[in-house]
């Protein structure tokens, strides 16, 4: 039975006149061990007898919970969109609640969380984001002219560092092991300062000209220069098909590739630049597939 339903079953027999010894005892014999205790029977017994109505229990005083009503929600929203970055200490200082209270409000009845920003390169302007769009259109205009002429017309450049060691990362040096078994060991690798620039010539076949840069060099307009006639001689080498068509290049926008020198030897070559947006993500096939297999 429910404490209501107890409550109500003292309350009859006390109007028929037993006393709270005989009510405990004819709780007993029907509810045994489950029946209440003599306490709480002489309790309600007392309560009404002092006139004493009803089995519920009274309303408790008490702070009311007024924290997570609809206009305190609101608020809780307006002040974390004023300033994305407070804590939530300073929200509920804020508010004039608890702590506890913003927590729930947040997850529970807003539906947010709080996230570090994530890391870009650069945040473009609208005006940036409008030319990156123009670009792509006007290079995904010329591919669909003819697909495979495209990629077998287009060459691409790009600079990466190759550095004289690369030490073993973290998950390539895990080995399987048996319990009761010392876990494996690897020394500390100093890494070797040594590196060279080399510049990657593609196309869709693969690399066709890989030059390396020599120890004490820069590369500026005139070196860059004097690859590109490097890349037409080996063209007509190893792209034969490739000597009576435009060649559609691509490059970044380094400054080594887009001063005045650079410039006027692809004009000479009659080399047709593919446009390449401001800031854009350099994805370069040199950066990832260059030594794939060693």
Not at 53 to 58: S, V
Not at 129 to 144: G, I, P, T
Not at 151 to 168: A, G, K, N
Request: charged share 30%; proline share 4%; hydrophobic share 35%.
């Amino acid at each position: 039975m429910e404490k209501t339903e107890y409550r109500a079953v003292i309350k009859f027999l006390h109007l028929k006149g037993k006393k709270s010894q005989e009510i405990k005892d004819e709780l007993d014999s029907v509810h045994g061990e489950a029946s209440p205790s003599f306490t709480t029977v002489k309790q309600w017994v007392a309560e009404y007898k002092r006139g004493r109505t009803r089995i519920l229990d009274e309303e408790r005083s008490g702070r009311p919970k007024t924290a997570t009503t609809d206009e305190m929600v609101d608020l809780v929203h307006r002040t974390v969109m004023e300033d994305r970055r407070l804590t939530v200490k300073d929200i509920a200082e804020a508010c004039g609640i608890s702590s506890e209270r913003v927590h729930k409000i947040l997850h529970q009845d807003l539906d947010m969380r709080k996230l570090s920003a994530r890391w870009v390169p650069r945040l473009l302007t609208i005006d940036q984001k409008r030319v990156r769009a123009d670009m792509s259109r006007e290079c995904l205009s010329l591919c669909q002219k003819n697909p495979a002429e495209f990629l077998r017309q287009t060459i691409t450049v790009d600079e990466t560092w190759v550095h004289h060691h690369t030490p073993e990362t973290k998950q390539q040096s895990m080995q399987w092991i048996a319990v009761g078994e010392p876990a494996p060991k690897k020394a500390k690798v100093v890494l070797s300062a040594g590196k060279v620039m080399a510049t990657v010539f593609w196309d869709s076949r693969g690399i066709i000209l890989i030059d390396y840069l020599a120890k004490g060099k820069t590369i500026n307009g005139q070196y860059y220069a004097a690859l590109l006639d490097k890349l037409k001689a080996t063209i007509k080498k190893k792209r034969p098909h490739l000597a009576k068509k435009k060649i559609l290049f691509h490059q970044d926008n380094a400054r080594v590739h887009t001063c005045m020198v650079a410039m006027s030897k692809l004009n000479e070559l009659k080399f047709q630049l593919l446009p390449h947006p401001p800031y854009s993500p350099d994805i370069a096939p040199s950066d990832f597939f260059l030594f794939e297999k060693i």
